[in-house]
């Protein structure tokens, strides 16, 4: 039962949604954002979920930690 309430928990603690002024705005954020996102893939197995706080965090191998954010799911 204590799993299933931390996964409720994080799965709803969001922040609250971006407003921007304008269309041009917004496509300066998204770009901002693609130009330091990464993806990254590990095998399942080099994966090792833990708890920090109120956190999901993902150890995975070489590239460390990792946290989730809105769009992960």
């Known amino acids: 039962m204590s799993n ?3 996964v409720h928990r994080e799965l709803f603690k969001r922040s609250p949604d ?3 002024g304008s269309v041009d705005s917004l496509f300066t954020h998204c770009e901002a ?3 330091v996102s990464r993806d990254v893939w ?3 197995q080099d994966v090792r979920p833990r708890t920090q706080g109120d956190s999901l ?3 995975a191998g070489a590239d460390g930690d990792l946290s989730l954010n ?3 799911f």
């Open 4 to 6: 299933l309430m931390h």
């Open 18 to 20: 971006e407003q921007f």
């Open 33 to 35: 954002q693609r130009n």
């Open 42 to 44: 590990r095998p399942p």
């Open 57 to 59: 965090i993902l150890g």
């Open 70 to 72: 809105d769009w992960s």
